[in-house]
């Protein structure tokens, strides 16, 4: 079973640009999470998919971030503009039913200059 | 607010020696817990979870942790840790299946040859 796939895995850009971050669920999970990951932090919920709809984006900081969910399979975060504090790594992570069985992608390093 | 604590950010064995990582959560009722691995440039893995029944929990790689309701605390226990151990350790909570993980910021091993 092939798992949680996310491109890229790093990127390093500019305070004030945009970036995109794709994730690849395993197949069938009806659940898809986005997780920040700041260095000497544990993850933080940004975002949780139900098939394409948002379920919790209270995280969220919803005047620089966007995440959609078409169709319900893939997903696409994206930050615009950048931050020099959105430097993190950025998680995603799939389940069929709940939290209690979440499966992690490697995660994307994100660098803001 | 539910919290989790982890109270040592870095902890040193030596190969062969018994670990234990210690977990603190705040919550109103008894919530759903885990403890997740994370090596370097890799994503999370759930090591192990315990929702309810036998307060001892196995779980891969030969961890335990045992739940400890008076004392708010899912400890995470190896009787022996090889060199591979070496990774970041993450406890964390959720109040069921349907809520959102709540993470710890984590503890860092490092195993002595």
């Known amino acids: 079973e092939a798992g949680v796939a996310q491109s890229p895995r790093y990127k390093i850009i500019e305070k004030r640009q945009s970036v995109a971050f794709w994730c690849n669920p395993i197949?069938?999970?009806?659940?898809l999470y986005w997780y920040q990951q700041i260095l000497g932090q544990g993850p933080k919920l940004l975002i949780q998919f139900q098939n394409n709809g948002v379920v919790d984006d209270s995280q969220l900081p919803k005047d620089r971030f966007s995440a959609e969910r078409l169709k319900g399979v893939d997903s696409t975060l994206k930050i615009q503009p950048a931050k020099l504090e959105d430097s993190a790594v950025y998680l995603c992570?799939?389940?069929?039913?709940?939290?209690?069985?979440?499966?992690f992608g490697p995660g994307t390093r994100l660098t803001v200059l | 607010a539910q919290s989790v604590t982890q109270p040592d950010i870095h902890i040193t064995v030596s190969e062969g020696a018994s670990l234990e990582l210690r977990c603190n959560y705040s919550?109103?009722?008894?919530?759903?817990l885990f403890w997740y691995v994370q090596s370097p440039g890799q994503g999370l893995q759930l090591l192990l979870k315990?929702?309810?029944?036998?307060?001892l929990v196995q779980g891969i790689k030969g961890f335990e942790a045992e739940f400890k309701r008076s004392q708010s605390s899912f400890n995470l226990r190896k009787p022996s840790v090889h060199w591979s151990d070496a990774a970041e350790y993450f406890c964390?909570?959720?109040?069921?299946?349907?809520?959102?993980?709540?993470f710890g910021k984590g503890t860092r091993l490092h195993i002595l040859p």
């Open positions: 315990y929702f309810s029944g036998d307060t």
């Open positions: 964390a909570v959720a109040l069921n299946r349907d809520d959102k993980i709540i």
């Open positions: 992570a799939s389940s069929l039913y709940g939290v209690d069985e979440q499966f």
């Open positions: 919550y109103g009722a008894t919530p759903y």
């Open positions: 197949s069938g999970h009806a659940t």
